[in-house]
Every structure is written in structure tokens, then in C-alpha cells.
């Protein structure tokens, strides 16, 4: 990365030009210093102390990115919705892990996300945005690499990024529009399932019910906060689970899977700063489970 410095910075150390400026974290900082990295001013050699003059040139040259032993090239189809040299954005199928874990080591959409820069050279590793569960399909924010990776994950602690989902849940809501405020906390008897408990941390989400059928509604959610499971628990908190979810009691004989989607995700770009909005239309399996339910209830 390379920048010219501008007029209102001269004076300023590089650790801050760095730091206030280019949003380079202080880890970032540290691996530059001692994993490979070089920090440069008009081609010459610096430390985090040198102080910058207007019209310096200065150049990051990060580390090599690690990758872990289990990121292994799998060739696998990727829905890319958005591509460049700093982020990428997917389509999450359902019924696959975003990254490996001891249950699902293999056939994730990391997986092929490391065949995929592969095959166009890139030695980056995976960086998460924006997970989703196993089941839940849709839109998924990866940075491509450390950089853009601390500049969304620092906008994504300030509510910066932003997504939509819909959900297919049990029932009718009284209330068509409104705010579910309840703290979640990991279930006591369970290392996944989470529950409402006066423990928690405080978790938001707000909805509004886009159509309904006879027992079931179409919802969209926006969440204020991100707590793991977050609009599955709220939901089956108040008697309403999504349907297809077995974890938190969604009936299981409409759909095999959660009946969650991302379907909008909005964010500043990591480098240009340029506002990005992406939409998609609601996953096939959820269309055609709905388009089946309305025809039941004709």
C-alpha cells in the first residue's frame, strides 16, 4: 500500500499517519515489525517513530499471510456477488460451514475461497466478515486481506455494516413491526445452543412482517447488535421459531433447514471508502417452500 502525504499531516509520526489515518491497527503494527513487513518513506527504510513531511511517500509492505493447516484448496462453486483486490462478496448456499471446524472439516466455503485465490495467485488467507450459520443462506462480506480485514472488522464494532435477512417463522406476531430486546447467553447444558437469560449480553433485533399465511409469516430482520444465533433465539423466545430449525424447536416437516436469508448487506469499501449495497432475491429452497405453503393454504 502506498500513500502521498497530504499537507494536514505533516508533522505527524508514522506510527500515528498509520494508525488515525490508514486505520492500520496496532497488531497489525506489531506483525509488520516482526513477521516480515517493511515500513518505507521515499523508499528508505523506517521505524513507527520517523515523522512525516508533506509529500512523503509511504509504503506498508505487509507479511505473508499464514493460512491454517485445515484451509484446504477445495474446489467447490462460488456465487460471487462482488470481487476486487480488497473484499469479496458471496452468495452463501445453504447446508454448507462458512469456515472448517472439527465437525465440518472439509467441503466449506473457505475451502473454495483458498482454491479460488489459488487460481488467481493471491496468497491471502480467509477473512470473515460476516459469517453465517451452516444453514442460513446469503450474502457474506470477506475481507481479502489484514488490511481491509481491520478496517471492516473496526466498522463492524461501530455498526457500520449492515445486514437484512429474511425468516420464515411460526405463526402470526400481534405486533407487524417492532424491536426485540432480550439478552442472550450461552444455554448452561450446551457449548452451541444459546438462550434468553438476565446473564447475557444485551442482544437487539428489529423486524417487520412482510406477508402472512393461515400459521406461518415472512419477516425481515435487521440486527442492532450480533449475538451468535441471535434472531434464532429471539424468535423461538417468543413462541414464534423459524421454521426448519431443529436447535430452537422450528417445525421440521416444512423445511429441512433454518428458514433464514440474507438477502441485503451495505458497507463502506475497506480503501476507497465508497458506499457498497448489495440485494439478492430470497434463496430458491425458501421461494419454493413458501410459494408451497401459500398454494396449501388456497
Known sequence: M????NKQYDGLLLKEYLIQVRGISRR???AIKFEGGKLLVNNNSVTVRHRLSENDLVEVVFPPEKRSELLI???IPLDIIYEDDDVLVLNKAPYMAT???FHHPSNTLANGIIYHYDQQQVPYTVHVVTRLDRDTSGLL???KHRYSHSILFQDQHEAK???RYQAVIAGQLNEKKGMLDYPIDRAPDSIIKRV???TGKRAITH???KEELADISLVEIKLETGRTHQIRVHFSSIGHPLIGDSLYDGDTTKLKRQALHCHKLSFHHPLTKELMEFEISLADDLEEAWQRFKLAKS
Open 73 to 75: 484448496p477445495e474446489l
Open 2 to 5: 502506498k500513500w502521498k502525504v
Open 196 to 198: 434468553v437469560a438476565a
Open 161 to 163: 455494516v449492515n445486514r
Open 207 to 209: 423486524y417487520q412482517v
Open 141 to 143: 462480506l470477506i475481507a
Open 99 to 101: 469456515i472448517p471446524s
Open 28 to 30: 497489525i503494527l506489531t
